[in-house]
T-cell receptor, first 120, second 110 residues
Framework: DAGVIQSPRHEVTEMGQEVTLRCKPI?????LFWYRQTMMRGLELLIY????????DSGMPEDRFSAKMPNASFSTLKIQPSEPRDSAVYFC??????????????????FGEGSRLTVL | GQSLEQPSEVTAVEGAIVQINCTYQ??????LSWYQQHDGGAPTFLSY????GLEETGRFSSFLSRSDSYGYLLLQELQMKDSASYFC???????????FGKGTRLSVIA
């Protein structure tokens, strides 16, 4: 399997521009997560989907951020307009659904290589 | 909500043993995980503890005490390639996301 695929790997843009990050989860994984990593705040959960449905977007910092999952093999995270404080590494991760009650699974998350965003 | 505490940095000598501690506060608890991340790379899964006790995988072991809300990652026979950041993470229910600690940066020196 190819693993979780993210694009672009690096993005440099100017303040005010729209940024779209893309993610292809591992086939068969029906939970998808977007995390943001910075030195100051570590790995923060932005939003996650189960079976293409957004479950919790309380981590999305502002209305400038939006995420979609139109089908089981594709998700986007969009920032419009971008600001310098959005500079970070954005990770997408996937895993099989664990069910809502009782699971002996480790819950292992499979991360993509990340998209490093720099907003000037 | 959940919060996790782990040391920010640890330095150890090649060939030695190092222990990285993690304490957590969660409303519910469904297991403690450990992830490794090399500079510029993605976090990768190392271990998972749902029950009290020690889990061993090669040079790495992980321990959990649910009553103390405490766990640790033990790395033995340290190698230079073990220099990385190590994150503990918890989930509070069966299918909820992982919440990560801030990470411990391990430097292995000769």
């Amino acid at each position: 399997d190819a693993g979780v695929i993210q694009s672009p790997r690096h993005e440099v843009t100017e303040m005010g521009q729209e940024v779209t990050l893309r993610c292809k989860p591992i086939s068969g994984h029906n939970s998808l997560f977007w995390y943001r990593q910075t030195m100051m705040r570590g790995l923060e959960l932005l939003i996650y989907f189960n079976n293409n449905v957004p479950i919790d977007d309380s981590g999305m910092p502002e209305d400038r951020f939006s995420a979609k999952m139109p089908n089981a093999s594709f998700s986007t995270l969009k920032i419009q307009p971008s600001e310098p404080r959005d500079s970070a590494v954005y990770f997408c991760a996937s895993r099989p659904s664990l069910g809502t009650s009782g699971s002996t699974s480790t819950g292992e998350l499979f991360f993509g290589e990340g998209s490093r965003l720099t907003v000037l | 909500g959940q919060s996790l505490e782990q040391p920010s940095e640890v330095t150890a000598v090649e060939g030695a043993i190092v222990q990285i501690n993690c304490t957590y506060q969660t409303s519910g608890f469904y297991g403690l995980s450990w992830y490794q991340q090399h500079d510029g790379g993605a976090p990768t899964f190392l271990s998972y503890n749902a029950l009290d006790g020690l889990e061993e995988t090669g040079r790495f072991s992980s321990f959990l005490s649910r009553s103390d809300s405490y766990g640790y990652l033990l790395l033995q026979e340290l190698q230079m390639k073990d220099s990385a950041s190590y994150f503990c993470a918890v989930r509070d229910q069966g299918n909820t996301p992982l919440v990560f600690g801030k990470g411990t940066r391990l430097s292995v020196i000769a």
